[in-house]
């Protein structure tokens, strides 16, 4: 079988047309789709309800799944399932709110940032909430070639607990015990993607960039603030409209995302994450 697709715009993503990934996928059908994602840094799965079993099953073709720090937030029953929602049950929320609404490439907090997120509509607003991407291999290769001589090699240091505050204000502070457990990491803000080879720029959330290494405090700031303001570019994204049953997976090693918003007072939203294991970021020599 040969796996169709059509892209999803000039910049970036891939929409796979004839796969049922609530079935088991034989594994050269699954080898096709991991090589159009590896080329167009998300895939879009449109319209496809799946069981939880099923996403579950799914995702672990793309590697080991790693679990959210924020237990709280896990379905019972399956902690690989993250919940993404506004819904509110017994005055309570039923998932964390609010998220991913700054630009950002998953956990790159952590020494072992994830290779790549799964997340799957359930409920949708059918206005607003779209979901931003951008294309992290495009937006270093177009930069000027001195910029790019001038970047290569340099490190960020990241702090989730920098962050909290600043990205999610509406909600619990940190514990203690939950900051001890989120050190600061550091990374290269260009790194070398460990399957395709290529180069990609690698500088996520501002609010989580506590310096960059060797540079005066301003003058990191200042560059990050250009790099940043570049990468998001309208040229570099696209903007997908969620429809329950969708399914996107995207790659956190050369992509940025962000969720926007919506009328939380008129609509409903239920996603359900995964989130697959990666490797340490790192940058190689050009041949």
Known sequence: MNVEFKQLSDAIGAEILNVDISMPLEPDVFDQIRKIWLDHNIILFRGQPLEVEQQVTFSRLFGAIELHSLSEYHM????????????????????????????????QFLEVPSAATILHARE??????DTLYANMYRAYQSLPAPKRQQIVGLRGVYSR??????????????????????????????????????????????????????????????????LFDYAIQDRHVYAHRWQVGDTVVWDNRCTLHRAMPFDEAKYRRLMHRTTIQGTRPYLSADP
């Open 76 to 107: 019972k029953g399956y902690p690989e399932i993250f919940i993404n929602s506004n819904v509110v049950v017994d005055g309570k929320p039923i998932g964390a709110q609010k998220s991913g609404h700054t630009w950002h490439s998953d956990s």
């Open 161 to 226: 607990v920098k962050s909290w505050s600043i990205d999610y204000s509406d909600r619990r502070p940190l514990t203690p015990e939950q900051k001890a457990a989120l050190p600061s990491a550091t990374h290269p803000i260009v790194r070398t993607h460990p399957e395709t080879g290529r180069k990609a720029l690698y500088i996520g959330s501002q609010s989580e960039l506590v310096e960059i290494v060797g540079l005066p405090v301003d003058e990191g700031s200042a560059l990050a603030a250009e």
């Open 124 to 129: 949708a607003p059918t206005e607003g909430g």
